[in-house]
């Protein structure tokens, strides 16, 4: 059943789509029959109630546009800041990611490849955080080490 978008509506939204745009959560939202409306309007909605800050769990990433919605606190890396650079990376899919890359934007729970790849390396690096932190630290100080053996005798 169907409902009106209320904070606690908004916020389950968000949880849903950690990062994603109003579009995004509003586009899922009414394709699983959690609200009704259209897209522009509920949008509207999702927006007012962020501004007028009924959504205390939600926090906003405003660096670049489209703004994407986060759950406060939560492990999603956000989008890179404008002053850092950014990058394309090309890789060779299997048939399975194929199929999956497909599948999400065919549904349209994304609107290209682009933003579906994305997405699942987020959530993949939002589900290994531990192991990558590990392997950070790890990283820096071999660069560390590295930097210091290059200074002996120069």
Do not use: C
Not at 98 to 106: G, K, N, S
Not at 114 to 119: I, N, R, Y
């Amino acid at each position: 059943m169907s409902g009106p978008l209320t904070p606690q509506v908004a916020t389950s939204l968000v949880r849903g789509n950690n990062g994603g745009t109003a579009q995004e959560i509003i586009r899922d939202g009414l394709d699983r029959g959690i609200i009704r409306g259209t897209v522009a309007g509920q949008k509207g909605a999702l927006v007012k109630l962020y501004k007028g800050r009924k959504l205390h769990e939600v926090k906003r990433d405003e660096r670049q546009r489209p703004y994407r919605y986060y759950l406060r606190g939560s492990a999603v890396i956000q989008q890179p800041s404008p002053s850092t650079s950014e990058s394309i990376v090309t890789f060779r899919s299997t048939s399975e990611q194929e199929e999956i890359l497909t599948a999400l934007t065919e549904t349209r729970k994304f609107s290209n490849r682009s933003e579906a790849v994305q997405w699942l390396l987020i959530e993949g690096i939002a589900s290994k955080r531990g192991d990558i932190h590990r392997i950070v630290q790890t990283y820096r100080e071999i660069e560390r080490l590295r930097k210091e053996a290059q200074q002996i005798g120069a």
